[in-house]
């Protein structure tokens, strides 16, 4: 049975049927020095085009971006990756990085990329001795980093939901997922990052940045906490080790998640829901989320998806876990859902309904989708308050609307806050620490022939959902900017955004001017740039 789930929409109708410096103490170290030349030649120079393999490395899951790069390196060690950065330096040829290759806009596939290097063969999850920290590489995707956490020594990061999303995007935009509400973001646990950068005389070099660093050092390390990917460096590896975690050992460095969850799926099928049923539900879930956003909250284990796609999909559909371990799990559940279907005219149908130990729920396919090849355009949201009528209105309107029958168009409500929103925003270069929902409105399609008719529905949607602050979410007591790692390039064009607000601001809040100062100083040259990227700040003098 198809659960309704972040990318799984089309499956609502069978639901109502039925949803740096390398060569680290402890860690493997790099190749050696005299190997590089080699490697390099042949990491850098591998894949071009008419190799077997060029048609699909030159695309990720967004089929709407399809890269023309020259070469296309898979190192295996960070002087592989120094060696290829600077091939394509020396080259003149603008380089960009993949990781898991979920990026909504064309920041890889972009036509002015020349070289691109794919880190996925540098996934390995290991324990640094020294740094008294879990090592991962930047290529791994999070359904691996889950897998080795847990079954090799019991622990976990709050990383997002999908298995196939990679780490290096994930992380240095602020990752959130299932467990944020209590452990709060990703970049809350991150230590240090190996990153490699390049100076104003255009040389490559690898450095590694720690939280315990001063200076430009722990700087870098600050940009890398939610100042977005592809922008200071390519990012190698990255070392976790929670605030205050005491001990010399992987299962010390890093928390312990819920031995079991409980996990649930409840429908509303659409052919139910009247506008007054709908803005109820929406008003209903969004102000729960909004009651219970502090910090230790009782409730801050239960984590939602609600997914309010098109009516055509045959359902609204609410995806919920909580630790089966704390309290009356049965008993919050219960309460949960009928905060949320109160006053609800429309009936609720229970789909789904049991307890899942950790690391298969991790796999659960109410959280856990796996998106195919299909072109996507995504968007954004944070809010700090519940729905107000015109926005759930507005949602209604589009979501119903009879010349626009595609099920793959709509919106994923999320909770946030918790034990995000104890940390302060200039702690992390992710600015966004005060909200209680974040929202991916997102569209999937197939066919080049619709990208115009699915793009404009989603622009449609989205502008008319904020019609109040100028199109966009803009910073105010209803709403709080937009998330990075869904990336909108649409958030740049004053016809679209009229919010008065820039699309830097809406991202990063009051740490972009921060973030510009590290950019400066890390990549005066602006070699790692894409249409979102961070800007540099004018330096006086050399790094």
């Known amino acids: 049975m198809s659960i309704l789930t972040r990318r799984g929409f089309v499956g609502a109708a069978a639901l109502i049927g039925a949803a740096t410096a390398t060569g680290t103490a402890g860690v493997t170290p790099a190749a050696a020095a005299d190997e590089a030349p080699a490697a390099a030649a042949e990491a850098g120079t591998a894949v071009r085009p008419g190799s077997p393999q060029y048609a699909d490395l030159t695309r990720g899951i967004n089929q709407r971006w399809i890269g023309t790069p020259d070469w296309i390196a898979l190192p295996r060690s960070t002087d592989q990756v120094v060696s290829v950065v600077q091939q394509a330096l020396d080259t003149g040829k603008r380089v960009a990085v993949r990781g898991g290759g979920h990026c909504f806009e064309d920041f890889v596939g972009n ?111 600050w940009a890398h906490t939610g100042g977005g990917g592809g922008t200071f460096g390519v990012v190698t590896r990255y070392f976790f080790r929670s605030p205050g975690a005491q001990g010399a050992t992987p299962q010390r460095a890093l928390p312990t998640p819920p031995a079991e ?18 803005v109820r539900l929406l008003k209903n879930y969004s102000a729960w989320h909004v009651a219970h956003n502090a910090p230790g909250d009782p409730e801050a284990d239960l984590y939602s998806h609600l997914a309010v796609f098109h009516r055509s999909g045959g359902a609204v559909a609410l995806n919920v876990q909580l630790s089966a371990l704390s309290g009356d799990p049965e008993r919050r559940l219960d309460a949960f859902l009928a ?15 049991q307890r899942l130990p950790w690391l298969m729920a991790t796999q659960w396919q109410g959280f856990a989708d796996r998106p195919t090849g299909k072109r996507i355009k995504g968007k954004s949201a ?14 209604y309107r589009n979501l119903t609307r009879t010349d626009y029958d595609h099920p793959g168009s709509g919106v994923l409500v999320a909770p946030y806050g918790g034990q995000v929103n104890a940390v302060a925003p200039h702690e992390t270069a992710l600015a966004h620490r005060d909200s209680a929902l974040i929202l991916m409105y997102v569209s999937e399609w197939t066919s080049p022939a619709e990208d115009e008719r699915h793009v404009g529905f989603l622009r449609g949607l989205y502008e008319d959902v904020y019609a109040a602050t100028g ?53 005066p040259r602006d070699v790692f740039r894409h249409a979102l990227s961070v800007e540099p700040a004018p330096r006086r003098g050399s790094q």
């Not at 999303?165 to 240090?192: C, F, K, Q």
């Not at 799926?265 to 709908?278: E, G, I, Y």
């Not at 944070?382 to 949602?395: G, N, V």
């Open 111 to 221: 036509r002015d990329v020349r070289a691109l290097i794919d880190m996925s063969a540098m996934n390995s999850v290991g324990y640094d001795t020294r740094r008294r920290a879990v090592v991962v590489g930047a290529g791994a995707r999070l359904g691996e980093v889950n897998e080795q956490l847990f079954k090799r020594w019991g622990v976990a990061l709050p990383g997002g939901s999908c298995p196939t999303v990679g780490v290096g995007g994930h992380v240095s935009g602020g990752g959130y997922g299932p467990l944020n509400r209590t452990l709060g973001l990703i970049v809350d646990h991150l230590y240090a990052v190996e990153v490699v950068v390049v100076d104003a005389s255009g040389t490559a070099r690898a450095v590694i940045a720690s939280r315990d660093d001063r200076g430009a050092l722990r700087d870098l390390w």
């Open 382 to 395: 944070y809010h700090r308050a519940a729905f107000d009528d015109a926005q759930a209105t507005a949602l």
């Open 339 to 353: 905060a949320v279907g109160d006053g609800v005219a429309a009936p609720s149908r229970t789909v789904e309904r």
């Open 261 to 278: 969850l409980l996990v649930a799926t409840v429908v509303w099928p659409w052919q139910n829901l009247d506008q007054a049923s709908f």
């Open 471 to 523: 199109g966009a979410p803009a910073p105010g007591s209803g709403t709080a900017g937009a998330y990075v790692n869904y990336a909108d390039t649409d958030l740049k064009d004053p016809q679209r955004n009229r919010s008065g607000v820039s699309w830097q601001e809406l991202y990063f809040g009051s740490n972009h001017a921060r973030l510009r100062e590290v950019k400066g100083r890390w990549d």
